[in-house]
């Protein structure tokens, strides 16, 4: 049973530019979440899909933000017209709804927005 | 507002010594879960141990316990026989029963003296 992985695992981009980063969730795992994490902090909730469904979103995902999870498998995360503000930790967790709420991580997509 | 408070930045232990990070979360639900998580430098977000609020018996995870008080609303990880391997930043989490998002502490880093 492979993990929780995410691609690419770095990312530099220029300001304005926009970025897509991809989340795999453990094979049957019909939660996902993406949480962002700022140095020295922990991480901050994004949003979560349960299946393909997209169930509650953060004031944090401004309309720069939009994430998908077409047929509940993968999901993506795209930031439009990336600002400095966005460099952070883009974490990505799944979870099977059976296993009462715990969460498995990925190891991340660190972003530098230049 | 759902809030996590680790009033300890940073920690520091000796080898095989016993070390116990401390945990405050504010909830008016009753139903709900706490986690321990733990992330190595430069390394994926891992479960330490968990807890189901409505279990009054404090979990333990071979070195690992915690202790719950729950109308303290205190969440406490005990780390027994400090091994080298447990240098990490620890997080505590809770997440309401049902959902969704984890709401994380900032997190203490926790160094193990040989």
């Known amino acids: 049973d492979t993990g929780v992985s995410q691609d690419p695992r770095h990312k530099i981009t220029k300001r304005g530019q926009n970025v897509t980063f991809r989340c795999d969730p453990i094979s049957e795992h019909n939660r996902l979440y993406w949480y962002r994490q700022t140095l020295g902090q922990g991480p901050e909730f994004l949003t979560y899909?349960?299946?393909?469904?997209?169930?509650?979103k953060s004031r944090l995902l401004s309309d720069r933000f939009s994430a998908e999870r077409p047929k509940g498998s993968f999901s993506t995360l795209e930031i439009q017209r990336t600002e400095q503000g966005d460099s952070a930790m883009y974490l990505c967790?799944?979870?099977?709804?059976?296993?009462?709420?715990?969460?498995?991580f990925g190891p991340g997509t660190r972003l530098l927005v230049l | 507002a759902q809030t996590v408070t680790q009033s300890q930045p940073e920690m520091s232990v000796q080898e095989a010594e016993t070390v116990t990070l401390s945990c405050t979360y504010d909830?008016?639900?009753?139903?709900?879960?706490l986690f321990w998580y733990k992330q190595p430098p430069s390394r994926q977000m891992i479960l330490v141990i968990r807890?189901?609020?409505?279990?009054?018996q404090n979990a333990t995870e071979n070195r690992f316990s915690v202790n719950f008080q729950k109308a303290a609303k205190s969440f406490s990880l005990k780390i027994s026989d400090s091994q080298l391997g447990d240098a990490a930043m620890y997080f505590c989490a809770y997440t309401q029963g049902g959902s969704e998002k984890l709401v994380f502490g900032k997190g203490t880093k926790l160094t193990v003296n040989p």
């Open positions: 899909f349960q299946n393909e469904a997209q169930l509650e």
């Open positions: 909830t008016s639900e009753s139903d709900y879960y």
């Open positions: 807890q189901e609020a409505y279990k009054q």
């Open positions: 967790a799944s979870s099977l709804i059976e296993t009462l709420e715990t969460q498995y």
